[in-house]
């Protein structure tokens, strides 16, 4: 008699998460175009609230502040980035077969038109608002880092690289996809399509990573 009771309570507890979901990436989805609209200093969660239709009660309670918000853009879209690295652990994908769909995930996310201007934000307001940078990086830049190096730690362990500092492969690996190409894309020196240069810069630094970071015995066959 006394499971029925606790077994409902489980099922309509779900329900209404199922039934918040859209409504948590309208808000999401407001805060983006309101920021990169008006900047962060002058988009307000009032802004947020009317275009999401949602009250700022809402936002308070699944965000806590602005910043809050800011944080669950910037996650959002390094979880869309690290699609490829998830998808290569399920299917057990060979380390550059994982790394090409990662690096041009990256790419194109790095190289969007959102993205671009998100960049830009954060270079012009991060030292106004030492919390929006500090939001930024450690949502994207050491999240991204940490992520990809958590990948290398398992494959060295497997035996299929040798990486003795993860994190620091991971990070070279990242800057080296950014490189030229997207400093010259965030001053407005080159524009879309990106097509074309994102699959040769992937490919140049997945060969670079693997000849740095293949076993030894890989090595000394490719040398003879």
């Not at 489980?10 to 309208?26: D, S, V």
């Not at 936002?59 to 602005?66: D, E, L, Q, R």
């Not at 020196?189 to 693997?210: C, N, Q, Y």
Request: aromatic share 8%; glycine share 6%; charged share 20%.
């Amino acid at each position: 008699m006394k499971s029925c009771p606790r077994s409902k309570p489980g099922k309509t507890a779900a329900a209404p998460r199922r039934r918040r979901e859209p409504r948590i990436r309208a808000i999401v989805a407001a805060a983006e175009q309101v920021f990169l609209e008006r900047g962060y200093e002058a988009g307000s969660l009032d802004d947020v609230a009317r275009r999401a239709n949602a009250s700022k009660a809402t936002i308070y309670a699944h965000f806590g502040s602005k910043v809050g918000l800011f944080r669950a853009i910037i996650g959002e879209k390094i979880n869309e980035i690290f699609e490829p690295v998830r998808q290569g652990e399920a299917h057990h994908a060979p380390v550059p077969i994982v790394l090409h769909g990662l690096g041009t995930a990256f790419l194109r996310r790095m190289l969007s038109p959102v993205v671009l201007k998100f960049y830009r934000l954060i270079v012009s307001q991060g030292t106004q608002f030492p919390e929006l940078a500090q939001t930024w990086f450690a949502n994207g830049p050491k999240t991204a880092i940490a992520t990809l190096a958590a990948f290398l730690r398992e494959r060295h362990a497997s035996g299929e690289i040798v990486v003795a500092t993860p994190d620091l492969a991971a990070e070279f690996f990242l800057m080296s996809l950014r490189g030229v190409l997207h400093l010259q894309a965030v001053t407005g020196l080159i524009v879309p399509p990106f097509d074309k240069a994102i699959a040769a810069k992937v490919s140049a630094a997945v060969e670079m990573f693997m000849r740095a970071y293949a076993p030894q015995r890989v090595t000394q066959r490719r040398g003879r």
